[in-house]
T-cell receptor, first 116, second 112 residues
Framework: GALVYQYPRRTICKSGTSMRMECQAV??????VAWYRQSPQKTFELIALSTVNSAIKYEQNFTQEKFPISHPNLSFSSMTVLNAYLEDRGLYLC????????????FGEGSKLTVL | GEKVEQHESTLSVREGDSAVINCTYT??????FPWYKQEAGKSLHFVID?????DRKQSQRLTVLLDKKAKRFSLHITATQPEDSAIYFCAAATSSGQKLVFGQGTILKVYL
């Protein structure tokens, strides 16, 4: 079956440092990967949508300079939170879409970021 | 852009009763409507979805209804069990399904 592994599950970092998270699709080809953030007590906001062989599209309020994403092949994507501050804390999810499926996103377990 | 409103922030039901969670959306181009469940401290788990070519979809105790005219869709859970307790998120996306816009979430509590 389709699985998405996301790691690390939890990171505690000092204010101003960076955190990199990775997303691995297993059992399917992830033609697109969406990165979301759930801030404390809030819903999921789309950060960016990455499609292989296309430019990464960032949503308003999120930039490549702050959240650089790499999506080099159909099974792997990574995102870094640069210069993390308190407002960056939350649960970061990657959702990978199966090229053979008709729309369903498979989500990883999430990377929880705590900023001290 | 698309906005998804989830009407019930909290819902408490007795075990065995039914629960209904309602969502509305704004973009008439949206045609894919999934539901996800989030248990405490965990990620999103896919529950059920519906596409705009149908107005009803059932999977065991779950039924999703879609009213395209009213731009409204709902999740119905029958014979609720304590393990149904979680936060439920509705979402909407256009046909490509690329970009999901989530509702704010509904905390469902099933009590004995």
């Amino acid at each position: 079956g389709a699985l998405v592994y996301q790691y690390p599950r939890r990171t505690i970092c000092k204010s101003g440092t960076s955190m990199r998270m990775e997303c691995q699709a297993v059992g399917f080809q992830a033609t697109s990967v969406a990165w979301y953030r759930q801030s404390p007590q809030k819903t999921f906001e789309l950060i960016a949508l990455s499609t292989v062989n296309s430019a990464i599209k960032y949503e308003q309020n999120f930039t490549q300079e702050k959240f650089p994403i790499s999506h080099p092949n159909l099974s792997f994507s990574s995102m870094t939170v640069l210069n993390a501050y308190l407002e960056d804390r939350g649960l970061y999810l990657c959702g990978a879409r199966d090229s053979g499926n008709t729309g369903q996103l498979y989500f990883g377990e999430g990377s929880k970021l705590t900023v001290l | 852009g698309e906005k998804v409103e989830q009407h019930e922030s909290t819902l408490s039901v007795r075990e065995g009763d039914s629960a209904v969670i309602n969502c509305t959306y704004t973009d008439t181009a949206s045609s894919y409507f999934p539901w996800y469940k989030q248990e405490a401290g965990k990620s999103l788990h896919f529950v059920i979805d519906i596409r705009s070519n149908v107005d009803r979809k059932q999977s065991q105790r779950l039924t999703v209804l879609l009213d395209k005219k009213a731009k409204r869709f709902s999740l119905h859970i029958t014979a609720t069990q304590p393990e149904d307790s979680a936060i439920y998120f509705c979402a909407a996306a256009t046909s490509s399904g690329q970009k999901l816009v989530f509702g704010q979430g509904t905390i469902l509590k099933v009590y004995l």
